[in-house]
């Protein structure tokens, strides 16, 4: 069956960085766009990145743009978010995220807590 593995997370000052990893199995993962999201306490979950099945096209949320990069390695299907400058907003838990047809599937996710 799908699964969607996610880790990573941690506490880290702001300023810092983290990467977060999500290890996906029991899918065509070459063949199909990945995302990351988040949701922190109280707030909608938010798409984070995007990107296409053979990484040519990637997006961002304005929020993070410029300081998180998203990347995968198809041949081990796994997924990657690179985040560098890290904000006491970008405090969430990290989910990432695949779908076809009306099939969607989301990990179990990975907190990041940015704090001093």
């Known amino acids: 069956q799908v699964q969607l593995v996610e880790s990573g997370g941690g506490l880290v000052q702001p300023g810092g960085s983290l990467r977060l990893t999500c290890a996906a199995s029991?899918?065509?993962?070459?063949?199909?766009?990945m995302y990351w999201y988040r949701q922190a306490p109280g707030k909608e979950r938010e798409q984070v990145a995007t990107?296409?099945?053979?990484?040519?096209?990637?997006t961002y949320a304005d929020s993070v743009n410029g300081r998180f990069t998203i990347s995968r390695d198809n041949p081990t299907t796994t997924l990657y978010l690179q985040m560098n400058s890290l904000k006491p907003e970008d405090t969430a838990t990290y989910l990432c995220y695949t779908q076809w047809g009306s099939n969607t599937y989301w990990g179990q996710g990975t907190q990041v807590t940015v704090s001093s």
């Open positions: 029991g899918f065509a993962f070459s063949a199909r766009p």
């Open positions: 990107i296409s099945s053979e990484s040519y096209f990637t």
